[in-house]
């Protein structure tokens, strides 16, 4: 049994093949990441069809502009459905830069605010803004704590640290099978075992030796042999590791 933490299924026309690729893998629960509130409804829809699917609610950083007078209350109404189960993904992103960055921050600490008054994890992206995301988890759990995931981790340990001093989870993506992921590979055998989870980001991030093609949740298999194989413990170990973190994180 293996969990795919994060990938996107929305608007996929072969989602009914995916679904059984996923089945057919081992793959026993997703969670469909929400980046966009207005297209909520349809991963709810997902999620309603498909028994072992959640989703999340919330606002990702290059929609900081059309989100611009968005709230944590805003989001608060939106979360009343057994099938959420997570906050975002929100974060910050200052590789592309498609919102201006204090756009971006104010954005997410509304998704913070969220989290911390429903208690549902927060799902975090991150790109190229280690420094000011640190600051901003920092002071949010300082204020009131919360649950977290670091998602597609791949940034500095300064990052990891921080997020494992406030209990929060990280996150292999595909990333960790690239050929020039030495450096990542070793970071992910320093986190504890009870912090680790895996995930795709599908259509995102193919693994090898799927990389350059349409990922879905079926290859997180692949994912979690590279995290078992770089930190010595078997796929079978691996899977049940990062199955339970996930059902303990979600209290599922």
Same mark, same amino acid.
């Given at each position: 049994?293996l969990?795919?933490?994060?990938?996107? !299924?929305?608007?996929?026309?072969k @989602?009914?093949? /995916?679904?059984?690729?996923?089945a057919? &893998?081992?793959?026993a629960?997703? $969670? #469909?990441?929400?980046?966009?509130l207005?297209?909520?409804?349809?991963?709810?829809q997902i999620?309603?069809?498909?028994?072992?699917?959640?989703?999340?609610?919330?606002?990702?950083p290059h929609?900081?502009?059309?989100?611009?007078? !968005?709230?944590?209350?805003?989001? @608060?109404?939106? /979360?009343?459905?057994?099938?959420?189960? &997570?906050?975002?993904?929100?974060g $910050? #992103?200052?590789?592309?830069?498609?919102?201006p960055?204090?756009?971006?921050?104010?954005?997410?600490?509304?998704?913070?605010?969220?989290?911390?008054?429903?208690?549902?994890?927060?799902?975090?992206?991150?790109?190229?803004s280690?420094?000011d995301?640190?600051n901003? @988890?920092?002071e949010?759990?300082?204020?009131k704590?919360?649950?977290?995931?670091?998602?597609?981790?791949?940034?500095?340990?300064a990052?990891?640290e921080?997020?494992?001093?406030?209990g929060?989870?990280?996150?292999?993506?595909g990333?960790?099978t690239?050929?020039?992921a030495a450096?990542?590979?070793?970071?992910?055998?320093k986190?504890?075992?009870?912090?680790?989870?895996?995930?795709?980001?599908?259509?995102?991030?193919?693994?090898?030796?799927k990389?350059?093609?349409?990922?879905e949740?079926?290859?997180?298999?692949?994912?979690?042999?590279?995290l078992a194989?770089?930190?010595r413990?078997?796929?079978?170990?691996?899977?049940?590791?990062?199955?339970?973190?996930?059902?303990?994180?979600?209290?599922l």
């Amino acid at each position: 049994m293996l969990v795919d933490s994060h990938c996107h !299924l929305e608007n996929n026309e072969k @989602l009914g093949d /995916i679904m059984i690729h996923a089945a057919d &893998a081992g793959v026993a629960l997703i $969670l #469909d990441a929400g980046s966009n509130l207005d297209h909520l409804e349809e991963h709810l829809q997902i999620a309603e069809k498909y028994a072992f699917v959640y989703t999340a609610a919330g606002a990702h950083p290059h929609q900081a502009k059309e989100f611009s007078a !968005l709230t944590a209350e805003d989001i @608060l109404c939106k /979360i009343r459905h057994n099938k959420i189960i &997570a906050i975002g993904e929100a974060g $910050l #992103d200052y590789y592309y830069d498609f919102a201006p960055r204090e756009m971006q921050i104010r954005l997410f600490k509304e998704n913070i605010k969220a989290a911390q008054q429903s208690g549902l994890p927060l799902i975090v992206h991150n790109r190229d803004s280690d420094e000011d995301m640190i600051n901003l @988890l920092r002071e949010a759990y300082e204020r009131k704590p919360f649950k977290a995931i670091i998602h597609c981790y791949s940034s500095s340990w300064a990052l990891a640290e921080a997020a494992l001093e406030m209990g929060f989870y990280i996150s292999a993506s595909g990333m960790i099978t690239f050929g020039n992921a030495a450096d990542l590979q070793e970071k992910f055998v320093k986190i504890p075992e009870d912090r680790l989870l895996v995930e795709t980001d599908a259509p995102y991030l193919a693994p090898v030796p799927k990389r350059g093609q349409v990922n879905e949740p079926a290859n997180v298999v692949l994912t979690a042999a590279k995290l078992a194989e770089v930190r010595r413990v078997s796929f079978e170990k691996m899977a049940q590791i990062t199955t339970n973190n996930f059902k303990r994180l979600f209290e599922l």
